[in-house]
């Protein structure tokens, strides 16, 4: 029996040898609530931005007054810009917080302003966006934390606001990761964020560089729309227009008096040489500050992309100094167990046939 035992035993070390696995640390993974609130966060953005974008649309295309339909241009550039800046951070939590922030602000705001500092008539269609989206927020929040965390990130935010009142109609960014830490440290709480495993850290950099690329698009085509519309809002156009208009009646008249009076005839053709002298050089004014002005705005729009580009190569670079950071740190641990793995597979490939053949030799001898 003996003998069959260590048969035994030997046979499962050796199947066992044929098992080992070496796997590499790929850091601590999120805990499953701060990767469920993450994802819903950076979906709610999504909502917004595409709520925003709607409503904004459908002032433009009903403001009575051009000055309307450039303010909703301008609302749904900075606000979606604002939000992608607050879904994208690191932290959860914060970008949560940031989020509901900004909507909190909006919904104020708007409530505060007065139709005509706002969208004209088409005001209540930004309103009822505004409020919408803040009780989403609020919903989100209590949804996806728990009960104690929830309270505490509802009255940060409310400290926070009353803290920092919203300017204009509240659609500017706001960072609260030190007002956050600090809000948690004053309670007495301590908390560590995690970056999460390497699997995890490169679906959040492609997240972020997907959300930034696709808003940097929105906001270049958004931008293409506003020079439109401010191009036509021209004081000189404007005035080149009437003097078109004026310029026709003339002409109406002077076909009249040429008919029935054509002595007048040569006066009222000096007259003209004067009136188109003046058109000419007005289209000429025209022409040379409309070019001025898409010239600055070319500008403007290059400066804005290189900034942008400038902000995400630089997360890029800070999550890989991170990345290899922390690849770099599971090395030893990874080492070590890799040792301990070589002597156990040497103690069991020497140890157990030296064993073996010492029972198997006392065995014969008796």
Known sequence: MLLHAAALLAALA??????????????????????????????????????????????????????????????????????????????????????????????????????????????????????????????LAREGLSAER?????????????EHPVRDEGTEAANTTLAWMEYLRARGIEDRYATGSIAEVIADVNDRLSGQTQQLSNSIGWSKELLEMQLHADSTAVRLGAQLDSLDRRFERLALVAERLPELSSAMVEGLG???????????RTVHGTFADVSREREAMQRYVTGERE????????????????????????????????????????????????????????
């Open 14 to 139: 050796l199947a066992g040898c044929s098992l080992l696995k070496v796997a590499v640390s790929t850091g601590d993974p999120l805990p499953r609530e701060a990767m469920n609130l993450r994802v819903t966060t950076r979906g709610f953005y999504y909502d917004l931005s595409s709520e925003v974008a709607a409503a904004a649309d459908s002032i433009a295309a009903s403001a009575p007054d051009l000055p309307a339909r450039i303010r909703a241009v301008r609302w749904k550039i900075r606000a979606t810009r604002a939000a992608v800046t607050a879904a994208m951070q690191g932290i959860p939590e914060v970008a949560l917080a940031d989020l509901w922030i900004l909507c909190r602000r909006m919904d104020e705001g708007f409530a505060a302003l007065p139709d005509s500092l706002l969208f004209g008539p088409s005001s209540d269609v930004a309103r009822t966006v505004a409020a919408r989206l803040d009780r989403r927020a609020e919903r």
């Open 311 to 366: 902000a995400l190569v630089a997360q890029l670079r800070t999550t890989a100094e991170e990345l290899v950071r922390q690849s770099f740190e599971a090395v030893p641990g990874l080492v070590g167990r890799l040792l301990l793995y070589v002597v156990l597979a040497i103690g069991v490939l020497v140890g157990v046939p030296f064993a073996l053949g010492f029972v198997l030799g006392r065995k014969l001898r008796r």
């Open 150 to 162: 929830y309270a505490l990130l509802a009255d940060f935010v409310g400290a926070y606001l009353r």
């Open 274 to 284: 004067g009136e188109l002298a003046q058109l000419l050089a007005a289209l000429d």
